[in-house]
């Protein structure tokens, strides 16, 4: 039987100036639960200074499969969040797919 194997990965980026969340943070991160196999994403999260922008990002990035690339995460965050972080988000998922592919090249 297929146990999954869940891995948590963080991407960071730099916060543009004029946000609520840059005073508490100097850069934004993107967290995401991943299931190792498919790579795809259960459970995601951002520091975003609101819950409901939290929310509304980790649902938008739930059930993407890293492994078919971060174009189409970058593509539903560029139409569907319009929001002053939204270049740090799509930076910040960028890194968290190259933590993620590091990682596979490493122990899968």
Known sequence: MYRPKIIFIAGHSRLPQGM??????ET?????EIESKYGVILDASCTLATEHGRQYIGNLLKGFSLKDGIEEPIKSIQLQYRGKAANAIVAALKD???QFKQL?????
């Open 28 to 32: 934004l991160t993107v967290t995401a």
């Open 104 to 108: 596979e090249e490493e122990t899968f």
């Open 20 to 25: 609520a969340a840059k005073s508490v943070f």
């Open 96 to 98: 968290l797919h190259i």
